[in-house]
């Protein structure tokens, strides 16, 4: 079964994989598009582009939420109740991103002000945050739609909207920073509004198409704000939630920390996680399939698929990123000149993305492991192993370095014992867990029966489809 378990997860996260990669790959575009115009345009993006995604915190913990609640009424054969979590979710993402956005646009100055950066380059951050604010609600459907089809097995489809969506974000991007085609250049602000305008194209489209029932997700939408489906999706999102905030806030404050070596340490690290991201990905995609498949089997109570599968997804990850981790190592000189101009910065990225490199099968255990107890619906205990990771073995050893004037290559290698962390106890965690009890697991909030309509009745095969 071993061999057959490999086969599923690949084909599950070979597409996800893909996706991610366009998904990167406009942040990537992002810091490319603004390289010739200084380090101040590059540091801005950075520091707005992470309270950005503090801002998208939510989304992905709505997306936790989603994967968990349709994977395991679509693994019981119920469509209706997996169509109807789909429009839960997507009403929800509407309401959570207007809220927080507005929020955001408000404190957008404050929020700039713990990076510590100078008038010009904070006066250009306020102005990315503030637009990339109020348009997250386009990033969060796009993602909510995405995470539900994946949810389902249907990976190709979430990959042409990603295709479909770099393309336009980047050329939106390029177009509205630069000037082109008659469109006098906006500058920064252009960044988040080109890419919301690629984006939007495909919203629409999948609207259009949805409401008159042409996939396998029906509009479902009398049963969005039933009450029952509405709370036992934030009570799974609700951890998965502070997960992300805890995540985000620790990334806010590290960077607050590696600000104060300077403009340049500063752009490099965020050249550097930019870099990451493309490697990331891999484990984002195996991280998926893992939850995809985690949902379906246990809802088809087939536990000892779900256990090999997540095994099975771990493997395959740690090959994954290991193999970027080596490329990414011989082309960093390579990466760092594409992406910045100054020297110093330059030479700052090259030894960051050293220390990347090597925590990468860490990173893979987290995303493998972490997104099997995530799609069961165990998303407290990912929020334990986060705490300690970040609050433990980054933060407190972080401003340990930082209060003795450690030099920041020391400060880029406290991260090491971030996901070391992380990776030990998610491993002990899922080598405990006896998956034939997740209907009654404390730390599981779904159980079958509390499915609002799951059938007991015939189980669709999941690996059948997939062959299909």
Not at 163 to 189: D, Q, R
Request: charged share 10%; hydrophobic share 55%; glycine share 10%.
């Amino acid at each position: 079964m071993a061999g057959f378990s490999y086969q599923t997860v690949w084909r599950l996260a070979g597409p996800n994989i893909i996706s991610n990669i366009l998904m990167v790959s406009i942040s990537f575009a992002h810091l490319w598009i603004v390289a010739p115009l200084g380090p101040e345009m590059s540091a801005a993006v950075v520091a707005g582009g992470r309270v950005h995604f503090l801002l998208m915190a939510a989304s992905m913990a709505l997306s936790v939420a989603t994967t968990a609640v349709v994977a395991r009424a679509w693994g019981a054969a119920n469509i209706e109740e997996a169509s109807a979590s789909t429009a839960s979710s997507l009403v929800l993402a509407i309401i959570i991103s207007l809220i927080l956005g507005f929020v955001t646009y408000l404190i957008a100055p404050v929020l700039v002000m713990m990076f510590s950066l100078d008038d010009v380059t904070a006066s250009l951050a306020v102005g990315y945050i503030r637009p990339a604010s109020l348009l997250n609600i386009i990033f969060a459907l796009m993602l909510t739609i995405a995470t539900s089809f994946r949810a389902i097995g249907d990976v190709i489809r979430p990959l042409r909207f990603m295709a479909i969506g770099a393309v336009g974000s980047i050329l939106g991007s390029y177009i509205l920073v630069h000037g082109a085609f008659g469109i006098k250049p906006i500058g920064i602000t252009g960044i988040p509004l080109g890419t919301a305008c690629g984006q939007m194209v495909l919203i629409l489209w999948f609207l259009f198409v949805w409401l008159r029932g042409r996939y396998d997700l029906k509009p479902h939408l009398k049963g969005a704000l039933e009450t029952h489906r509405v709370r036992q999706i934030i009570k799974i999102g609700a951890p998965a939630a502070i997960e992300q905030i805890l995540i985000q806030m620790s990334f806010l404050l590290f960077m607050m920390l590696v600000s104060g070596y300077g403009t340049a340490a500063f752009a490099a690290y965020g050249i550097g996680i930019t870099v990451l991201s493309v490697t990331i990905v891999v484990g984002l995609g195996f991280g998926t399939a893992s939850a995809t498949l985690s949902g379906q089997l246990i809802g088809a109570e087939k536990h000892d698929e779900a256990v090999a599968s997540s095994w099975a997804a771990m493997r395959l990850a740690i090959l994954g990123m290991s193999g970027l981790a080596v490329i990414t190592m011989i082309f960093k000189g390579s990466l760092a000149a594409l992406l910045s101009t100054d020297s110093e910065v330059r030479a700052h990225t090259e030894y960051f993305m050293m220390i990347l490199a090597l925590i990468q099968p860490l990173m893979a255990i987290e995303f493998s492991i972490g997104g099997a107890l995530r799609g069961a619906g165990d998303t407290r205990y990912p929020l334990f192993v986060t705490f300690c990771g970040m609050i433990i073995g980054r933060l407190s050893i972080g401003f340990a370095v930082r209060a003795l004037g450690g030099p920041v290559e020391a400060m880029y290698a406290v991260i090491i014992g971030d996901y070391f962390i992380k990776a030990t106890l998610l491993v002990l965690r899922f080598r405990k867990i006896d998956w034939r009890e997740m209907e009654t697991h404390p730390h599981a909030p779904i159980a079958l029966q509390s499915v609002a309509g799951i059938s007991r009745g015939p189980v669709r095969n999941f690996f059948s489809r997939i062959k299909k």
